[in-house]
């Protein structure tokens, strides 16, 4: 006997019609007969969904920032435009797709370790917020403001001495290519003030993938409690804070939804009592998985159904080059399966343990490993969940000469 791995568990939202998995109301055999497959499915339902719980749980007047390089995918990113406070950004090219998507420039943050000269040109003659990372950027930056006769916006990207509990991807705490050390924040901004150049305030970004309301917590009150020893120290109230963000998705066996109620009721306290310094400074946390990872589905056909020793293997037509963190390539250290079904049998109970395979020609290309499934065919489909978000966007989608997958953004 093969021992049976877990995989992921379901997102919530999800419907099944006719037996199979429907998104936004259409069967995935129906939207794989009319797109092809591979195909990524976005559902705004499920977006609208999570927006609205979001809002009910953070505290009034708490801007929600979507960071778009979790999926920038044009008709997904001029929806989410319209559903919150602002876009941040981590390149040139996102500046182009934000603008394209309609988000008006004062409500664009970019933030980034490497912005080149004429990507800061771009952003400063846009009158996009910029958020500094280092006292060498800050220096091209006011530069090229004096050049294009324009007052840039420039916020300060703290590197802070703390990082997010559990977090998977760490941001902060230590040496790090992000934001610049807490000593050289209060000379830049001073520099940034003597320029007459716009400063908007503080940027602090702890870490990512965060399923534990405490340590959330716990991150946020920190980041407040250094946003104003800063801020003192500069003498000078801020504008503007971002305070991170780092809301995670389950997206493996054991995982929980990250607490969202009890996060917003202890930071709605920690605005009561605020010091009078960041007493009239507007808030903002900036979400990029958390609002759209778990919207999205990829879709993917069958193509062969194979024993080998005794162990069954279903290959799809997609991959890794489009779903390079369901095959445990990006940033983890332990493969462990994604939330996986077979979609077209969405009802069914498990029957045989399967490992699911893309068609690229390496051992690297798994997207489920040894996970109980109803029994699949030729032509069927499977879906891994939580592709919402770095799926299409952070895939080596031309490797083999494979080419990106179709998107679709559905009712
Ligand atoms: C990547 C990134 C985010 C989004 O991270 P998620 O884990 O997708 O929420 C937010 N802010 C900054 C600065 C980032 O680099």
Redesign the pocket.
Known sequence: MIKTKPTGPIPSGYDTIGGELAIGGQKASALVQENGSPLFVYSRAMLDGRLAALRAAMPEGLDLHY?M??NPFPPLLRHMVGLVDGI?I?SGGELRMALDAGAAPEKISF?GPGKRDDELQRAIQAGVTINIESPGECGRALKIGAAVDKKPRLAIRVNPDFDLKGSG?K?GGGAKPFGMDIELVAPVVNQILEARADWRGF?I?AG??ALSADAIIETQAQTLELAARLATAIGQSPAHINL?????IPYFPGDEQVDIVKVGKALADQFKYLPDILSSTQFAI?????MVGEAGVYLTRIVDRKVSQGQVFLVCDGGLHHQLAASGNFGTVVRRNYPAAIASRFDQQPEETVSIVGCLCTPLDRLSDNAAMPRAEVGDIVAIFCAG??GATASPANFLGQGAATEIFVG
Do not use: C, T, V, W
Request: net charge neutral; aromatic share 16%; proline share 0%.
């Open positions: 960071a390089k979790a941040d981590a933030a991807m941001m940027h970004f990512s993938q991170g963000g780092g809301f995670g900036e979400l990029g998985r958390y978000a770095y």
